[in-house]
Nanobody, 126 residues
Framework: RVKLAEFGGGSVQIGGSLRLSCTAS????????MAWFRQAPGKEREGVAG???????KYADSVKGRFTISRDNTNDNLYLEMNNLKVADTGMYYC????????????????????WGQGTQVTVSS
């Protein structure tokens, strides 16, 4: 079984930046897509950014132009560079993985992901 672990969260001021990382251990061979989701108190978990093995990416409209998702060439690690952070970006950020290149055809659909990390907290304040 693959274990996912997120790192890099913290507290920043509006307009600040953070870089999140996710490590997958016990990684399996084959095509995978990976994504970042976040959840704020009282809200449902929502997709932030996703990436397929072929490099296809999709972003939530709220983060386009500010966040960049990337992965290493072994697909063992996932990153999210977050710039110009807003209070609305506050939440617990989760890393997730699924088999197949699914971001392109299905987008940031939570239902396609079954494996999740424990999350890393991002807090943006004024």
């Amino acid at each position: 079984r693959v274990k996912l672990a997120e790192f890099g969260g913290g507290s920043v001021q509006i307009g600040g930046s953070l870089r999140l990382s996710c490590t997958a251990s016990g990684y399996t061979y084959g095509t995978t897509c990976m994504a970042w989701f976040r959840q704020a108190p009282g809200k449902e978990r929502e997709g932030v950014a996703g990436i397929d093995s072929d490099g296809t990416t999709k972003y939530a409209d709220s983060v386009k132009g500010r966040f960049t998702i990337s992965r290493d060439n072994t697909n063992d690690n996932l990153y999210l560079e977050m710039n110009n952070l807003k209070v609305a970006d506050t939440g617990m950020y989760y890393c997730t993985l699924a088999l197949g290149d699914l971001i392109g055809p299905y987008g940031l659909n939570k239902d396609i992901f079954a494996q999740w990390g424990q999350g890393t907290q991002v807090t943006v304040s004024s």
